[in-house]
């Protein structure tokens, strides 16, 4: 029995009463949806607390589930749907402390780190995509989601996906040469700086 079969089982056992078994669906995805999440918000707390917020929904809605996809899918779905909302909430948030001129507060030595760990030119090409971008550069290449898969999560068909995935992978390796040769030309301009004092 493969392992697709055998979370497809789980899932059937649980939805007949056998709850108990739901402990093994979070030992086999908690550390695989906090990486997805971790991604998607790119903040650790924030996707310690998706990841809790997440489980519960999928123990909720497990009875709802029908085996039409994948298990995984549908867990997928639920987290991007998530951490989705997260991400517009945080940002209606930053409109509304900016509209009332609230400054934003002063940053804990952890997210210091945080930011300078995502700050090489990877990290900052990724934040220049969209959500939906993202979502999917995360899937196909962390996530190693196939496109099949990745049409199943995202409710779009395969081929669109793939072309989606081609121009996206084209607008993030523009956005990197265009970071790593900005960073070029600043640690230049930092070395004459050094250079004439």
């Known amino acids: 029995m493969n392992s697709i079969e055998s979370i497809e089982t789980k899932i059937a ?24 999440c971790l ?26 589930y029908q085996p039409k996809g994948s298990f995984t899918s549908w867990l997928y779905k639920i987290a991007y749907n998530h951490c989705l909302n997260l991400l517009r909430r945080r940002k209606l948030q930053q409109q509304i402390s900016r509209l ?10 952890e997210q210091a780190v945080e930011n300078k760990m995502f700050s090489e030119p990877l990290a900052s090409a990724l934040e220049k995509l969209t959500v939906e971008e ?8 962390f996530e190693d989601k196939s496109f099949e898969e990745i049409g199943e999560i ?12 081609g121009r996206i992978k084209h607008k993030l390796k523009a956005s990197m040469d265009l970071t790593a040769k900005e960073e070029g030309e600043c640690a230049k301009a930092t070395t004459l700086q050094k250079n004439r004092s």
Request: a positive charge; charged letters at 35%; proline letters at 0%.
């Open 100 to 109: 009332f001129g609230r400054e934003a507060a002063a940053e804990s030595t």
């Open 39 to 64: 991604r998607l918000l790119s903040n650790r707390e924030e996707a310690e607390d998706a990841v809790q917020d997440i489980m519960l929904k999928v123990f909720e809605k497990v009875r709802y």
């Open 154 to 165: 995202l409710g779009k068909n395969m081929e669109a996906v793939k072309k989606r995935y």
């Open 13 to 36: 056992r649980i939805q007949a009463g056998e709850v108990y078994i739901f402990a093994d669906i979070i030992d086999t995805y908690q550390n695989r949806i906090y990486k997805y």
């Open 134 to 141: 993202r979502n999917l550069l995360i899937l196909r290449i």
